[in-house]
């Protein structure tokens, strides 16, 4: 596997959202509830700031023996305002495709996609999960016609996701 950063997100909207958000359509209960993440994530990274690792510390947690011997792990990628609105308007165009959500809730399946700066899919593989939820998540993706990535730093986290749909 290259040694490309991942971007991973797994969300659970009945644990996010109140009984009153919970009666919304499932593209605002997905608005809701990442807009809650984001909020988040602003506060865990803004915690992080006064943090400082010397590159000796990766060097010296990298295995000493198999495939990954000698390879420093990357750092996880910067979430940024544009990576945050490209993560939206994928999980927007992928939700539209994704149908009878009803019918999978509480299963998850997760998904490896690779991809073009211009939004073309090359691949998406299952990576693990129900296989019904992976069939309808693989179509969703299939369907969907992703907006090209925004720049370099966002294309660098998505040209290679990984993605978790748990409806």
């Known amino acids: ?9 797994e969300i659970h909207l009945a644990d996010y959202l109140t009984e009153e958000e919970d009666t919304l359509s ?25 943090m400082s690792h010397s590159r000796d510390d990766v060097k010296a947690a990298a295995p000493e023996r198999g495939p990954y011997a000698g390879k420093t792990s990357h750092t996880a990628p910067v979430i940024t305002p544009a990576v945050s609105s490209y993560a939206a308007a994928v999980r927007d165009e ?15 399946c997760s998904l490896r996609l690779s991809m073009e700066r211009n939004g073309t ?3 998406v593989n299952t990576t693990g999960g129900d296989p019904k939820v992976c069939e309808a998540a693989v179509n969703a993706v299939k369907l969907s ?18 993605l978790d749909f748990t409806p």
């Open 94 to 108: 992928i939700t539209k495709h994704f149908f009878d959500v009803k019918r999978y809730r509480g299963k998850v």
């Open 26 to 50: 499932f593209p605002n209960k997905i608005m809701t509830v990442m807009k809650k993440i984001i909020l988040i994530a602003i506060c865990l990274v803004s915690g992080c700031t006064g």
């Open 1 to 9: 596997m290259d040694d490309l950063p991942s971007f991973r997100t």
């Open 121 to 123: 899919v090359n691949s």
């Open 145 to 162: 016609t992703l907006p090209p990535v925004p720049d370099e730093q966002t294309y660098k986290v998505f040209k290679n996701v990984a």
